[in-house]
């Protein structure tokens, strides 16, 4: 019998094998729209990041850092996890994109060819829109290596009552600038802020940890604990537990500024100022002049009035056993944990609902939330335990990592009930093995507790609420 009929099949099952095979992953085609997203907003010339990633050329250059980087979820820097919650502002890798990277990379960083087949640059409208550039009054150049936090007052320009909806850093040295936080203090508590930008020489003043006037590290101000006492946590001159000020927006490289959930904003009146805390970093760029600006998007009304809600435990803020006790974290531990849960009736709850016009057993919003814990810092983890037993997750930080911090935008608001309670857990290692390194050496452990200094601790959740 003959077998040549079926040598044309033969053939044709090949050609049809051959034209299933994968196509083969290029740097055109298909690696460069997601490193474009995910890590050239930090990784081009003149920006925080060691090295660019904007070209062929680049990315093969520093093949080997990016993959262990993206093999070991390094980089992107993004810390929550995703079972806890779901937030618009994540740029994460997804588990494709990191497929579709690694791929690339293993297989020999195939370049393709820039043609109208790769991927087309996507149009995205920007929806931030800026009505007010407020530059820093003053250029500064940090003196305090690798890490050099410093304040500067900005007075707020408007003369009626206004609302911030959003707001945006353009660092004018982003290889230096790690991050920022933008604070807004009440007229009767500006002159505490000037007081200390007075006391230190050159423009602002150092403010690890935040922008807490003249109070020194670890002084506690008793007169004004029991003056928030006595008023649900607000302080008879308008400002708050956190010594005054309010928590206005953050900024880290390669987040992009995006306004407040619609309808909101943070009021602001005549004579109000906003205090600018700014993180440089000079270990990958020689200190230099900075005279950042910042961007602020406002509005003369909004449908609902927003609250930044500071989370903590007074207890440990003042060292007061009848709040609670100190935090403290023994020299030596690798494992030290401590929580706490604020409900109704709390301090800091109340403060929430007074601010926000709410009687004590109304529901409020919770938005944004952000983590805030120094260099010994392991994980934190913020949750709602509601009234009927359940709760929902709303941040959870496994691996805390000081370099990296911001605010994570909620998909959908949580609610939080008359009968609820936020939750919130931190932990540390105090190990000689974890200490931070001073001029090339470890500092010796040594028991710890909450302040302001580099090598004091803080276990902080921040809240952006409204009314339902």
């Known amino acids: 019998m003959s077998v040549r009929p079926l040598l044309p099949l033969t053939l044709l099952a090949l050609v049809a094998c051959e034209g299933a095979a994968p196509t083969t992953v290029t740097y055109h085609q298909d690696a460069k729209a997601v490193l474009d997203s995910k890590c050239a907003t930090c990784h081009q010339s003149g920006d925080i990041a060691p090295f660019p990633l904007t070209t062929y050329e680049e990315v093969k250059q520093f093949a080997a850092p990016v993959r262990a980087a993206i093999a ?100 004018d040295q982003r290889q230096m600038v790690h991050h920022t936080i933008l604070f807004a203090a009440s007229a009767a508590q500006a002159a505490s802020y000037a007081a200390a930008d007075a006391a230190d020489p050159g423009p602002g003043y150092t403010c690890f940890g935040g922008p807490q006037g003249t109070s020194s590290a670890g002084t506690i101000d008793m007169d004004r604990i029991t003056d928030l006492l006595q008023n649900g946590g607000l302080s008879s001159d308008g400002g708050s537990l956190a010594g005054g000020m309010r928590w206005v927006g953050s900024w880290v490289p390669g987040a992009a500024a995006v306004p407040f959930p619609e309808g909101t904003g943070l009021k602001m009146e005549p004579g109000d100022i906003l205090i600018a805390q700014f993180h440089y970093n000079t270990l990958s760029a020689s200190p230099v002049a900075d005279q950042s600006s910042i961007e602020v998007m406002v509005a ?164 952006y609420v409204t009314a339902p």
């Open 300 to 463: 003369d009304t909004v449908e609902s009035p927003a609250w930044v809600l500071p989370f903590t435990n007074p207890g440990w803020i003042t060292g007061l056993e009848l709040l609670g006790g100190a935090m403290t974290i023994p020299a030596g531990e690798s494992y030290v944990m401590h929580e706490t849960s604020s409900g109704p009736g709390d301090l800091m709850i109340s403060a929430a609902r007074r601010s926000l016009g709410l009687p004590e057993d109304a529901t409020f919003l919770v938005h944004n939330v952000g983590h805030h814990m120094h260099q010994l810092g392991t994980s934190g983890f913020i949750d709602i335990q509601h009234g009927d037993g359940s709760n929902t997750c709303l941040l959870d930080i496994p691996d805390w990592d000081f370099g990296w911090q911001g605010g994570y935008q909620l998909t959908e608001p949580v609610t939080v009930g008359p009968d609820d309670t936020i939750h919130m857990r931190c932990t540390w290692d105090n190990s000689a093995e974890n200490q931070p390194i001073v001029d090339g050496q470890a500092l010796p452990t040594k028991d710890v507790e909450w302040g302001e200094g580099t090598t004091d601790e803080m276990c902080l959740g921040v809240l």
């Open 72 to 171: 070991n979820g390094t980089m992107p820097p993004w810390m929550p996890t995703h079972d806890c919650n779901t937030y618009t502002n994540d740029y994460d890798l997804s588990d494709d994109d990191k497929a579709l990277l690694l791929s690339w990379l293993d297989d020999g960083l195939a370049e393709g060819t820039p043609t109208d087949d790769g991927p087309a640059a996507v149009a995205v409208d920007d929806p931030f829109v800026a009505d007010l550039t407020l530059k820093l009054p003053e250029a500064y150049t940090p003196t305090i290596e690798p890490d050099d936090y410093r304040c500067q007052i900005i007075p707020w320009p408007m003369d009626h009552t206004a609302y911030i909806t959003g707001v945006r850093v353009e660092p």
